[in-house]
Protein backbone atom coordinates (compact mmCIF):
# COMPACT_ATOMS: atom_id res chain seq x y z
CA UNK A 1 0.00 0.00 0.00
CA UNK A 2 1.32 3.36 -0.95
CA UNK A 3 -0.30 6.78 0.14
CA UNK A 4 0.41 10.52 -1.04
CA UNK A 5 0.25 13.26 0.45
CA UNK A 6 0.54 17.15 -0.51
CA UNK A 7 -0.50 20.58 -0.04
CA UNK A 8 -0.41 23.40 -2.78
CA UNK A 9 -1.38 26.98 -2.25
CA UNK A 10 -3.09 29.15 -4.95
CA UNK A 11 -2.84 33.31 -4.49
CA UNK A 12 -6.75 33.27 -5.84
CA UNK A 13 -10.03 33.45 -3.31
CA UNK A 14 -11.87 30.22 -2.67
CA UNK A 15 -14.90 30.93 -4.73
CA UNK A 16 -12.48 31.07 -8.13
CA UNK A 17 -10.79 28.65 -7.33
CA UNK A 18 -13.78 26.29 -6.55
CA UNK A 19 -15.53 27.51 -9.73
CA UNK A 20 -11.98 26.60 -11.76
CA UNK A 21 -11.80 22.60 -9.84
CA UNK A 22 -15.48 22.28 -11.11
CA UNK A 23 -14.81 23.58 -14.52
CA UNK A 24 -11.79 22.10 -15.29
CA UNK A 25 -12.61 19.71 -17.78
CA UNK A 26 -12.06 19.41 -20.69
CA UNK A 27 -8.48 20.97 -20.72
CA UNK A 28 -6.05 19.98 -22.83
CA UNK A 29 -4.08 18.55 -19.72
CA UNK A 30 -6.63 16.38 -19.45
CA UNK A 31 -6.56 14.82 -22.91
CA UNK A 32 -7.15 11.19 -20.82
CA UNK A 33 -10.76 12.28 -19.53
CA UNK A 34 -13.09 10.94 -22.25
CA UNK A 35 -16.25 12.17 -20.41
CA UNK A 36 -17.33 13.93 -17.10
CA UNK A 37 -21.26 13.25 -16.29
CA UNK A 38 -23.11 14.84 -13.56
CA UNK A 39 -25.18 11.55 -12.28
CA UNK A 40 -26.94 13.59 -8.79
CA UNK A 41 -26.87 16.94 -7.40
CA UNK A 42 -28.31 17.80 -3.51
CA UNK A 43 -28.60 20.34 -0.92
CA UNK A 44 -28.00 19.46 2.45
CA UNK A 45 -30.58 21.10 4.85
CA UNK A 46 -27.36 23.19 6.15
CA UNK A 47 -27.26 24.71 2.21
CA UNK A 48 -23.92 22.95 1.32
CA UNK A 49 -23.87 21.19 -2.15
CA UNK A 50 -23.68 17.47 -3.36
CA UNK A 51 -22.35 16.31 -6.48
CA UNK A 52 -21.67 12.85 -7.43
CA UNK A 53 -20.29 12.45 -11.00
CA UNK A 54 -18.93 9.92 -13.36
CA UNK A 55 -15.53 10.22 -15.13
CA UNK A 56 -14.42 8.29 -17.79
CA UNK A 57 -10.69 8.04 -18.31
CA UNK A 58 -8.15 6.15 -20.77
CA UNK A 59 -6.01 3.60 -18.61
CA UNK A 60 -2.35 2.86 -20.06
CA UNK A 61 -0.54 0.33 -18.69
CA UNK A 62 2.96 -0.25 -18.84
CA UNK A 63 5.33 -2.29 -20.82
CA UNK A 64 6.25 -4.89 -17.92
CA UNK A 65 2.24 -5.80 -17.18
CA UNK A 66 1.31 -8.78 -18.07
CA UNK A 67 -1.47 -8.96 -20.81
CA UNK A 68 -4.79 -9.11 -19.72
CA UNK A 69 -3.85 -7.37 -16.20
CA UNK A 70 -7.22 -5.33 -17.02
CA UNK A 71 -9.85 -5.84 -19.61
CA UNK A 72 -10.31 -2.78 -21.33
CA UNK A 73 -8.43 0.42 -21.85
CA UNK A 74 -11.02 2.55 -20.11
CA UNK A 75 -11.97 2.94 -16.26
CA UNK A 76 -15.07 4.91 -14.65
CA UNK A 77 -14.61 7.18 -11.55
CA UNK A 78 -16.87 8.10 -8.87
CA UNK A 79 -16.33 11.46 -7.57
CA UNK A 80 -18.34 12.35 -4.77
CA UNK A 81 -18.00 16.30 -3.61
CA UNK A 82 -19.18 18.65 -1.17
CA UNK A 83 -19.03 22.58 -1.10
CA UNK A 84 -19.67 24.14 1.70
CA UNK A 85 -20.27 27.68 1.40
CA UNK A 86 -20.65 29.10 5.66
CA UNK A 87 -17.20 26.89 6.06
CA UNK A 88 -16.02 27.73 2.44
CA UNK A 89 -14.75 24.43 1.91
CA UNK A 90 -14.56 21.85 -0.99
CA UNK A 91 -14.21 18.23 0.16
CA UNK A 92 -14.32 15.49 -3.04
CA UNK A 93 -13.35 11.82 -2.54
CA UNK A 94 -12.92 9.93 -5.77
CA UNK A 95 -12.04 5.78 -6.66
CA UNK A 96 -11.99 3.57 -9.24
CA UNK A 97 -15.01 1.64 -10.24
CA UNK A 98 -13.16 -1.01 -12.24
CA UNK A 99 -9.80 -2.50 -12.62
CA UNK A 100 -9.90 -2.72 -8.91
CA UNK A 101 -7.59 -5.70 -8.80
CA UNK A 102 -5.02 -4.57 -10.18
CA UNK A 103 -5.13 -1.47 -8.50
CA UNK A 104 -7.25 0.61 -6.62
CA UNK A 105 -6.65 4.82 -6.10
CA UNK A 106 -9.04 6.17 -3.30
CA UNK A 107 -8.26 9.97 -3.57
CA UNK A 108 -9.59 12.94 -1.17
CA UNK A 109 -9.14 16.30 -1.88
CA UNK A 110 -9.93 19.73 0.19
CA UNK A 111 -10.09 23.28 -1.20
CA UNK A 112 -10.14 25.87 1.90
CA UNK A 113 -9.84 29.53 2.57
CA UNK A 114 -7.11 30.81 4.46
CA UNK A 115 -5.39 34.11 5.46
CA UNK A 116 -5.14 36.82 2.78
CA UNK A 117 -7.78 35.62 0.43
CA UNK A 118 -5.69 32.69 -0.77
CA UNK A 119 -7.02 29.02 -0.90
CA UNK A 120 -4.98 25.95 0.06
CA UNK A 121 -5.61 22.56 -1.50
CA UNK A 122 -4.79 19.32 0.00
CA UNK A 123 -4.87 15.90 -1.53
CA UNK A 124 -4.27 12.78 -0.53
CA UNK A 125 -4.21 9.39 -1.70
CA UNK A 126 -4.06 5.73 -0.76
CA UNK A 127 -2.96 3.17 -3.51
CA UNK A 128 -3.37 -0.78 -2.90
CA UNK A 129 -2.82 -3.30 -5.56
CA UNK A 130 -4.26 -7.37 -5.01
CA UNK A 131 -2.89 -9.14 -8.41
CA UNK A 132 -0.55 -10.52 -6.26
CA UNK A 133 1.96 -13.30 -8.44
CA UNK A 134 5.11 -11.01 -7.25
CA UNK A 135 4.19 -8.26 -9.62
CA UNK A 136 2.10 -5.88 -6.26
CA UNK A 137 4.81 -3.68 -5.07
CA UNK A 138 6.07 -3.26 -8.78
CA UNK A 139 2.21 -1.84 -9.23
CA UNK A 140 1.57 0.21 -6.63
CA UNK A 141 5.37 1.47 -7.20
CA UNK A 142 3.96 2.35 -10.86
CA UNK A 143 0.63 3.81 -9.60
CA UNK A 144 2.40 6.39 -6.91
CA UNK A 145 4.80 7.28 -9.89
CA UNK A 146 1.75 7.99 -12.16
CA UNK A 147 -0.41 9.46 -9.75
CA UNK A 148 2.22 12.20 -8.83
CA UNK A 149 2.56 13.16 -12.43
CA UNK A 150 -1.34 13.19 -12.81
CA UNK A 151 -1.68 15.59 -9.76
CA UNK A 152 0.70 18.15 -11.01
CA UNK A 153 -0.93 17.98 -14.68
CA UNK A 154 -4.60 18.24 -12.63
CA UNK A 155 -3.01 21.54 -11.11
CA UNK A 156 -2.15 22.63 -14.58
CA UNK A 157 -5.63 22.47 -16.14
CA UNK A 158 -7.32 24.35 -12.89
CA UNK A 159 -4.50 27.21 -13.13
CA UNK A 160 -5.60 27.26 -17.02
CA UNK A 161 -9.31 27.66 -15.98
CA UNK A 162 -8.37 30.40 -13.74
CA UNK A 163 -6.28 32.47 -16.00
CA UNK A 164 -9.37 32.13 -18.06
CA UNK A 165 -11.52 33.11 -15.60
CA UNK A 166 -9.79 36.03 -15.10
CA UNK A 167 -10.01 37.37 -18.73
CA UNK A 168 -13.65 36.41 -18.62
CA UNK A 169 -13.84 38.52 -15.69
CA UNK A 170 -11.91 41.74 -17.39
CA UNK A 171 -13.58 41.13 -21.30
CA UNK A 172 -16.46 39.13 -20.96
CA UNK A 173 -17.54 38.92 -24.71
CA UNK A 174 -14.20 37.63 -25.50
CA UNK A 175 -12.50 34.22 -26.78
CA UNK A 176 -12.27 33.35 -23.12
CA UNK A 177 -15.75 33.55 -22.12
CA UNK A 178 -16.23 31.35 -24.92
CA UNK A 179 -13.63 29.15 -23.87
CA UNK A 180 -15.08 28.72 -20.38
CA UNK A 181 -17.86 26.91 -22.04
CA UNK A 182 -17.60 23.26 -20.84
CA UNK A 183 -18.76 22.39 -24.52
CA UNK A 184 -16.61 24.62 -26.23
CA UNK A 185 -13.80 22.65 -28.51
CA UNK A 186 -11.47 25.13 -28.31
CA UNK A 187 -10.76 23.98 -24.71
CA UNK A 188 -8.69 21.43 -25.89
CA UNK A 189 -7.23 22.36 -29.05
CA UNK A 190 -5.60 25.83 -27.34
CA UNK A 191 -3.06 25.94 -24.11
CA UNK A 192 -2.75 29.13 -23.32
CA UNK A 193 0.67 30.08 -21.20
CA UNK A 194 0.34 29.01 -17.82
CA UNK A 195 0.45 31.87 -15.39
CA UNK A 196 3.22 32.81 -12.77
CA UNK A 197 0.70 33.99 -9.84
CA UNK A 198 0.53 31.03 -7.92
CA UNK A 199 2.81 30.76 -5.01
CA UNK A 200 3.28 27.04 -3.17
CA UNK A 201 4.18 26.33 0.30
CA UNK A 202 7.02 23.45 0.70
CA UNK A 203 4.92 20.53 -0.96
CA UNK A 204 4.36 17.25 1.17
CA UNK A 205 5.14 14.30 -0.32
CA UNK A 206 4.92 11.01 1.81
CA UNK A 207 4.85 7.45 1.05
CA UNK A 208 5.05 4.19 2.88
CA UNK A 209 3.80 0.51 2.49
CA UNK A 210 2.84 -1.83 4.95
Not at 176 to 191: D, G, H, I
Request: net charge positive; hydrophobic share 35%.
Amino acid sequence: MKFFSQSFLYDDPWPIVTLAFYLRYPNPYASHVLSCDVISRDFTPSGSLLTTRLILKSATLPRWAPKGIISRSESWILEESEVDPQGKVVRCRTRNLEHTKAMQVHESQTFSQVEEGKTLQTTEARIVSGFGWGLTKQIENYGIARFRKNVQRSRDGVVLILDLIRQARRQPMTVASSYLNPTSASRLSTAPRIPERLSSEPHQFTESSD
